[in-house]
Structure formats: structure tokens, C-alpha cells
């Protein structure tokens, strides 16, 4: 495999991991812009743009788009974060140059006002969706509540209330600030040409170049604050607990990740023998979310509404304990080994290496290889682990209910 990167005349950077032996090949746009990058009176019009992008250009409506795509044979979709959006695609390796071209023509929409109007509604109904999901909204509404007045703290979707009120000029005006080609990186990995690559983006891409779009990327310690809501339809309550992480440009990441599947992997977790084994809770997790220049912990539960307490103040004993005696060397290779399997089983994909290779760049602007990601993660120590445990202090969280 054979790393390549171009800066094209526009300021597009586009970044390439070559591997002749691959059967297929991927592309992504990954753009540097999500809901923290909004204001509360726009707040949602990142994931709306998403949408728009499928809407089509000048010359091509949404009906075309798909077709093009399905012709292709593409596996196709976008998906927006706190900090990213991602258009991004996986081919045979023949389909890979009609696929770049289609999404290098769609990184500069028409966003028409009559398709604008109409997504509205899609994305309300969207809303109200997850709203039904109390697994997601339950963690959407502790993401606010933890990082309070931080801008990691807005929700992706937005509200019914400023998707109501946003303009479509507001919508472009946002487009032409954030969707800049010094703000984008073009990522592809697999069996590709890459100077054949370059010449397709550079031909289709126009997107204009502005002064560079910047982001607040403070760290955040969290509120530690507590609410809950009821909802009569319920049969089940969901807690979700946020506790201080580290970035994704500290090198305790990979740290942080091994701590997060210590405690509450799926199987063989912490969480999972106190509280799944024993039928005390249905679910229960502990999750990594590293961020541009913060991060946090997210951990789930979901029980009867009488157990609520007894999940609580087990976790709460879980979390002391951690902090007072660490983690065992026992605990940390077998983290180390599932983390490893699941890393390299990803990557062995083109789609799978496509998002590495994205998300590596946009936070940190250097290459990684998956040999040095999989080094990083033997090197960490127990000691490591632990004096990270002591300085975060996972048991300090903010927390949010939704129950009958």
C-alpha cells in the first residue's frame, strides 16, 4: 500500500492509500463543518445541507443523482456529526471514476429554494423519528446538558423550532463559509489511479476558496448536572451518563479507547457482569467520543423504572473502584485484542480504511498507517490507563433520565 496526497490549485487537498491487491475502492468528501459550528439560530442546517446535496446541481435533479449512483453499482449514503460531514461511497474499482466525478459535481448544489422548502418537512419528520427513539434522544439531550454553553453541546438534527424559522439564505450563506475546498479533504483508498483521480476532481470540483473557517476547540470538563424527563408511553427508563474524555489529538486516545471497552465493552465488560450478567439492566455501555480539541464518555443504560437507583449506585460503586484501583494487566490485553481485531478487521475494507484515513487527516493533518495505529494501541500500559482514570475521574458526570 502506497499513501499519496495533492493539494489541487483550488486549495482541495485530496489523500489517497492506494492498494493494488484491493477488490474494490471507496471515495469520501469529508467536510470540516457540523452543529458545532452553528449558532443556535441556525442549528440544524448542517445535517439540512446534507440532505440538500442529494437534491442535485444546476444540471442534474434528485432523481438523476440516484440513478447515477445506482447505475454504478454504488454502496452511497452521507452522515453529519458534531464537527463532520461525510459523503462517501464504495465501488468496483471501473465504477470509481464516474462515482468521484458525481460527487465532485455535487459539492457545489444548486440548493433550490422549492427543494429547500419541500426538505423541511423530511427533516422535522427526521426529528420526530429519533424523538420516538429514546435510546438516541436520551443521549442527544445529555450531549446538551453536559457540555452546557460549549458548541459541542448542539444537537446534530436541530429543533423543530429553528428548522422552522431557517432561510434558504441563511442555508447558503452557511454553504459558501463552511463548504470551502480549504475547509474539505477528499479521501480514497483501494485498487485506484490517483493522478487519474486528481485530474476528475480537479475538472468537475468549482468550489471556491475563502479565508480559512475557524472553530472554537476548547476542552470541555462537562456541567455534572442531572435532569429527567417522563413520557408516559415508556415501559422502560434510559439513562445516559457523560464524563470528561480526552481529544482526538491527544495521544491518550488510544488509551482512552482501551479504558472505554474495559468498561463497558459489549461482552466481558465491567458493566456487562454487573449489570447485564445479572439481569439487572437489559442494556449498559461506556463509549469513547474523541472530538477536535475535547471529548467525552458516553455511557448507556436502559432497565425498569424501578431499577433505576440500583443501576445508578452499582455504577457509581463501578466508577469509584476504577478510580481508587485501577485496571488490571488482565483487563488491558484483553482490551487491547478486541480492540486490535476490530481495527484490523475494519480497515482490511477500503470503506472501512476510507473513514480512518478521512478522520486521521481532518484532526490531525498526518498520515497513519493501520501498522502504526496497531503499535499505538500495543504501547499502552496499565500505568497509562490508570493515570488517565485519575485525572478524568470517570464517576463525575453529568446525567439525563427519560423513563414512564
Known amino acids: 500500500m502506497e499513501f499519496k496526497e495533492r493539494i489541487l490549485d483550488n486549495s482541495l487537498r485530496v489523500i489517497a492509500e492506494v ?105 422535522k419528520e427526521e426529528i420526530a423519528m429519533y424523538q420516538d427513539m429514546p435510546s438516541f434522544d436520551v443521549m442527544d439531550r445529555c450531549r446538551t446538558l453536559h457540555f452546557g454553553e460549549h458548541p459541542c453541546g448542539y444537537s446534530v438534527l436541530g429543533s423543530v423550532e429553528s428548522i422552522d424559522a431557517l432561510t434558504a439564505e441563511q442555508m447558503r450563506d452557511y454553504f459558501s463559509r463552511r463548504y470551502a ?49 417522563q413520557q408516559g408511553h ?66 448507556y443504560f436502559r432497565c425498569a423504572p424501578e431499577r433505576v437507583d440500583e443501576v445508578v449506585g452499582i455504577v457509581d460503586r463501578l466508577l469509584d473502584e476504577l478510580t481508587d484501583k485501577g485496571v488490571s494487566e488482565e483487563e488491558l490485553s484483553q482490551a487491547r485484542n478486541k480492540t486490535l481485531s476490530a481495527l484490523v478487521i475494519k480497515n482490511e475494507l477500503p470503506m472501512g480504511r476510507l473513514l480512518d484515513l478521512g478522520f486521521n487527516w481532518m484532526y490531525l493533518q498526518k498520515y497513519h498507517s493501520v501498522a502504526e495505529d496497531v503499535a499505538a494501541v500495543k504501547a499502552v500500559t496499565v500505568d497509562q490507563v490508570n493515570e488517565l482514570i485519575r485525572e478524568i475521574k470517570p464517576g463525575r458526570y453529568s446525567r439525563f433520565v427519560i423513563g414512564p
Open 181 to 229: 475546498p480549504n475547509n474539505i479533504v477528499v479521501s480514497l483508498a483501494g485498487q485506484l489511479d490517483f493522478d487519474r483521480m486528481c485530474q476528475v476532481i480537479e475538472q468537475r470540483y468549482h468550489g471556491k476558496g475563502v479565508d480559512q473557517p475557524t472553530r472554537s476547540r476548547s476542552h470541555s470538563k462537562g456541567t455534572g448536572d442531572s435532569q429527567a424527563l
Open 19 to 123: 492498494n493494488p491487491a484491493a477488490k474494490s475502492a471507496a471515495v469520501g468528501y469529508f467536510v470540516r463543518t457540523g452543529s458545532r459550528d452553528e449558532t443556535m439560530d441556525i442549528n440544524g442546517v448542517s445535517h439540512f445541507l446534507e440532505h440538500m446535496l442529494f437534491k442535485g446541481t444546476e444540471t442534474l435533479d434528485a432523481l438523476a443523482v440516484n440513478a447515477a449512483f445506482d447505475n454504478q453499482g454504488a454502496q452511497f449514503n452521507a452522515f453529519t456529526s458534531e464537527e463532520a460531514t461525510v459523503y462517501y461511497a464504495a465501488v468496483l474499482p471501473e465504477c470509481l471514476e464516474p462515482v468521484t466525478d458525481l460527487w465532485s459535481q455535487l459539492m457545489t448544489p444548486s440548493l433550490r429554494d422549492d427543494d429547500f422548502n419541500i426538505e423541511k418537512n423530511v427533516i
Open 234 to 299: 415508556l415501559v422502560r427508563s434510559h439513562l445516559c451518563l457523560m464524563s470528561e474524555g480526552v481529544s482526538a489529538q491527544d495521544p491518550r486516545r488510544f488509551a482512552a479507547t482501551l479504558l472505554a471497552s474495559i468498561v463497558g465493552d459489549d461482552t466481558g465488560s465491567r458493566y456487562y457482569w454487573e449489570l447485564i450478567d445479572r439481569a439487572v439492566a437489559e442494556a449498559a455501555s461506556m463509549q469513547f467520543g474523541p472530538m477536535d480539541g475535547t471529548g467525552a464518555y458516553y455511557h
